[in-house]
């Protein structure tokens, strides 16, 4: 980003001989050709950004394409396992039913996993049993024992082996557990299995898509696998690094990148530093919010409270840019604007849950895919303007915020895809962690300005004591 600024700031001095030359052929004529070349050279810098800006987006969807790939069971499986001592149960006889038992001899069908409930089962709201039949061959001996690793069951999930009752992952009557985000390891005791025909049996409990505010939430069964217990660990573990461990990570890192911003912000009395304190909290609380699972407040309303948090944050991000862009934007940055601005971004916090409340239990999904593109366009629109500004006034900012323009389209347009159904991210994938880093190098470079701005009114003071 440095080297860029520099080659700008070199090619732009680079061609102010031209600009003077000019000056003296006239005052109008000057002050036209100076104009001129400056709005060259601005629109060359925004082609630059925006081509960066592509670069980056495409390095971000490629990167999460190929971390889907290797995060597919099949990938996993073959490359833990060359002899597939750890198989996939990819088909299971799938019945609807709240029994407390699979239910022999109702009607059913053979489904393929991962199922998602979002296009098997419509608009369903209750339990799915899944039966799985295996053989083991020989029973295994004293010294290995067999697990079953479960990589989503949303909400909850009862694991039975032979009908017996094994694992319990949570509160399986509503509010159901909400355990979307957490894969499950089931060991296998040795005296129940048999040779031949052992049933697996797993009571899917979930919600339907149109209840929940994001397709992650809806009700589905992810991959299943069965195989020695360490192995199944070591899958099990692999998946929760990368999907829980460095969320929990970087949301513990962002949460003291804001309380440090908050205290710049006390410092310095700058209003965008408060903002981005508060931004990067509030992430930091939606990553934890996911390891929260036995919560009793009722399914609609958690979702509501889950969408609200996205009005402040974007409230806080477009806060936050466009008083880090500084005060060349006066017209948005001081008087009557400024307030209509404010009432804008706050009323949008009161707006977004009243809306979701009037919609219905029944439209909490089409009601927050409509705030959801809303707070996308707004935030493009603001990282358009902020790129304006910093190119106008050739700032190293520009380019720092070219590259997150590129992250921001890479992962809203994932993300925004998925909801929609026309891609599938179950798995690992970038959009995990990716927010957060981009947050942490935003952070970087606010240190970095103030530690200029220390080091340049240190030298001042120092003059001046020379002085006197």
């Known amino acids: 980003m440095s080297k860029l600024h520099r080659w700008w700031q ?28 400056q709005v060259r050279r601005l629109w060359l810098l925004l082609g630059l950004g925006l ?24 990938t996993i499986v073959a490359a833990m396992s060359a002899d597939n001592a750890v ?11 709240n029994a407390t038992r699979f ?31 295996f053989d083991t061959g020989t029973l295994p001996g004293p010294d290995q024992i067999l697990a079953v690793q479960i990589e989503r069951a949303c909400s909850n999930v009862e694991v039975f082996l032979n009908g017996q009752l094994l694992y319990r992952g949570g509160r399986m009557s509503e509010p159901y557990a909400r355990n979307c985000y957490r894969s499950h390891v089931v060991t296998l005791p040795s005296h129940l299995l048999r040779e031949r025909g052992n049933e697996l049996d797993l009571k899917v ?59 710049l912000a006390w410092v310095r009395r700058l209003d965008y530093l408060l903002y981005f304190g508060l931004l990067t909290i509030g992430w930091s609380m939606m990553t934890g919010r996911m390891w929260l699972s036995e919560v009793l407040i ?15 944050m974007a ?51 089409i009601g927050a895919r409509i705030w959801y593109v809303l707070f996308a366009i707004e935030l493009f629109v603001t990282i358009g303007f902020f790129l304006w500004v910093a190119g106008k ?43 957060p880093l981009l947050y942490a190098a935003v952070a970087v470079r606010l240190i970095q300005v103030y530690a200029r701005a220390l080091q340049t009114a240190e030298g001042a003071r120092k003059q001046l004591e020379r002085r006197v």
Request: proline residues 4%; hydrophobic residues 50%; charged residues 15%.
């Open 87 to 97: 198989q996939a149960l990819e088909q299971a006889w799938a019945v609807r039913s």
């Open 51 to 74: 081509v960066l800006a592509l670069v980056v987006a495409y390095v971000m969807v490629a990167l999460n394409r190929e971390t889907v790939r290797l995060s597919h069971p099949s």
């Open 315 to 365: 409230a806080c991000a477009i806060k936050f840019l466009l008083g880090y862009a500084g005060q060349s934007m006066g017209a948005v940055n001081r008087g009557a604007r400024r307030r209509q601005l404010n009432a804008v971004l706050w009323a949008q916090c009161v707006l977004l849950p009243v809306s979701l409340l009037l919609m219905g239990t029944d439209r909490l999904f």
């Open 205 to 263: 409990v979930g919600y339907p898509i149109n209840r929940v505010t994001a397709r992650q939430r809806a009700g589905g069964l992810g991959a299943v696998r069965i195989g020695p217990l360490q192995e199944i660990r070591e899958l099990y573990e692999q998946q929760e690094f990368w999907t829980t461990t460095v969320s929990q990570v970087l949301g513990g890192i962002l949460a003291v990148l804001g309380i440090f911003a908050l205290g």
């Open 10 to 37: 070199s090619w732009a001095q680079s061609s102010r001989p031209a600009d003077a030359d000019t000056d003296t052929e006239g005052p109008a004529s000057g002050t036209v050709g100076a104009h001129a070349s």
């Open 298 to 312: 009722p399914n609609a309303g958690i979702e509501v409270l889950i969408a609200m948090m996205f009005a402040p």
């Open 103 to 133: 239910p022999v001899g109702q009607a059913g069908q053979l489904m393929s996993l991962p199922d998602e409930w979002a296009k098997t089962q419509p608009g369903y709201q209750g339990a799915i049993w899944y039966r799985f039949n």
């Open 393 to 435: 006034n050739r700032r190293t900012e520009f380019w720092l915020m070219s590259a997150a323009l590129g992250v921001v389209a890479a992962v809203l347009g994932i993300e925004l895809s998925f909801q929609s159904g026309l891609v599938k991210m179950w798995g690992i994938h970038v959009t995990h962690f990716v927010m």
